[in-house]
């Protein structure tokens, strides 16, 4: 395949993206944005009531971040008026059929004029309630075909799903996940029976005058059931992997419809600068992290020699152009149009060694004895939540008769503690290895291209992940993450 110039052909293209104050829809916005000033529209949807909450939102929580300072100093007076030329602020909900556009005249427009349609919203919190999850990542995938198939010379749709939807062992292949399927051979998945489960249980609920927090502790509590008898160890991955199962049933003669899979997405790389991160969220391995950095997270329950899957932003960004411009061009290129972007199979790096460079890291930082923390924890990995428990208790137990407020061993503390390692125990123990054939292809057409190969990188065997943690993941965690007001909030 010739791929020719990817800034070339995204002159004068239309997009949509979903998820637009999302961390990794940022990235890929500001990079369009940067690498070719030409696009003719991008349409933004937010998740907002109008146009100026929307609006409003989108210059505080994307606009309003530091990732787009080389833009803003390129533009500088004309700022604005490139933003308003190339921006249409779309307020709407893909948890709504038509995202619940108002605008008639705005929906024609956009059925008339995309080009490219992005998905890439997605609530990700792991103990989010169930109805919350489905709406979103699974009826908002529904949707967004459904909006998909009315736009008329809609070239790609490109959804954005997760590589842990996979749940499996092994070198696990870039395969589709048709409807029912699941990992642990359990028959029966349907969404429309699980919508009818979330409603049965929510009617109930009402009718025996539940508060809302009982509600919320009962809707969360299902979720996780629901997972586990499907063999997904969270409601969220459950909730993507029918999200998959969605859009694999979209009709395949009027456009190509791609799915990446990203693996632990972590701060930038390169572009527009190393050590970017997002504030609006706290991922699995941040949060982790920050604990540790404080000398509060003395144990986990995993397997120190298990393989963390980590991938820059910049590169998941940088994949998805690619494949998008790919497969807008070339309609049957690839296998099944699903691309794993991760770095275990090429590049792979240890959890144990993940901690040890936090530890190094942290331990330099002056901030940890100005702010009167513990030590930052040398962490000690459990194989079982027995043995997480039995620390646990003796810890407690050696605080007996001591003022322990504000102290790790705080009831409020111990139970987050507890609930963070029932949901990270999985991903430490996980001994998936993923595949990326179809990818490499991208890669390869690339390389052969002969252009470009610098700008559109998405290569995991050329992190150094020593270099590359010391000198900009964790220095970006400290810039974001650090300030006393957020880490209170732990």
């Known amino acids: 395949m010739e791929l020719r110039s990817v800034v070339e052909f995204l002159e004068k293209k239309t997009i949509l993206v979903t998820g637009a104050t999302g961390f990794l829809a940022k990235v890929f916005l500001e990079k369009i944005l940067r690498v070719q000033p030409n696009v003719k529209k991008i349409y933004v949807l937010i998740r907002a009531s109008d146009v100026q909450s929307a609006t409003l939102r989108f210059y505080n929580e994307v606009l309003g971040k530091d990732l787009f300072r080389i833009i803003k100093e390129k533009w500088g007076a004309q700022l604005n008026s490139f933003i308003?030329?190339?921006?249409?602020?779309?307020?709407?909900?893909?948890?709504?059929?038509?995202?619940?556009?108002k605008d008639s005249f705005l929906k024609q427009?956009?059925?008339?004029d995309l080009d490219i349609i992005v998905n890439s919203a997605a609530v990700t919190n792991?103990?989010?309630?169930?109805?919350?999850?489905?709406?979103?990542?699974t009826f908002g995938a529904m949707h967004i075909v459904k909006f998909a198939n009315k736009c008329v010379k809609l070239k790609v749709l490109l959804h954005v799903s997760t590589a842990y939807v996979a749940w499996e062992s092994g070198l696990i292949l870039e395969d589709s996940y048709q409807m029912g399927i699941t990992p642990n051979g359990e028959r029966g998945l349907n969404i429309d029976m699980e919508k009818k489960v979330v409603e049965q249980q929510l009617n109930q609920l009402k009718e025996k005058g539940a508060s809302k927090?009982?509600?919320?502790?009962?809707?969360?509590?299902l979720g996780i059931q629901r997972a586990r008898i499907y063999g997904w160890p969270t409601t969220y991955l459950l909730t993507k992997a029918m999200g998959e199962m969605v859009i694999q049933q979209y009709d395949k003669e009027k456009f190509s419809v791609?799915?990446?899979?990203?693996t632990i997405v972590t701060s930038s790389h390169r572009e527009p600068f190393p050590g970017w991160l997002d504030s609006g969220s706290i991922s699995l391995d941040v949060n982790l992290c920050l604990l540790q950095a404080q000398g509060k997270l003395p144990f986990l329950v995993g397997d120190p020699m298990v393989v963390s899957d980590f991938v820059p932003v910049d590169m998941v960004a940088n994949a998805m152009i690619v494949a998008m411009v790919t497969h807008a061009k070339q309609y049957n290129f690839g296998l099944n149009n699903i691309y794993q972007v991760g770095s275990s199979l090429r590049n792979p790096v240890k959890s144990g060694a993940f901690f040890n460079y936090c530890f190094e890291h942290f331990t330099k930082k002056s901030w940890n004895n100005n702010n009167n923390n513990e030590n930052v924890s040398k962490i000690t990995f459990l194989n079982s939540m027995d043995s997480f428990y039995k620390h646990m208790a003796a810890i407690t137990r050696s605080f007996k008769g001591k003022d322990v407020d504000g102290d790790m061993m705080s009831s409020g503390y111990a139970n987050f503690l507890t609930t963070l390692v029932k949901f990270s125990r999985p991903y430490l123990f996980f001994n998936g290895i993923f595949d990326d054939k179809n990818t490499e292809k991208l890669r390869m057409a690339v390389r052969e291209s002969g252009v470009e190969t610098d700008i559109f990188y998405f290569d995991p065997s050329l992190i150094d992940w020593k270099d590359y943690f010391m000198n900009a993941h964790l220095p970006g965690v400290d810039k974001v993450f650090i300030p006393s007001h957020v880490l209170s909030k732990l």
């Open 213 to 221: 927090k009982e509600i919320t502790h009962a809707m969360k509590d």
């Open 109 to 112: 427009e956009m059925c008339n």
């Open 258 to 262: 791609v799915t990446i899979r990203p």
């Open 84 to 101: 308003s030329e190339k921006i249409t602020i779309v307020p709407g909900d893909i948890a709504c059929e038509d995202f619940g556009l």
């Open 126 to 137: 792991f103990y989010e309630r169930y109805d919350v999850l489905l709406g979103i990542n």
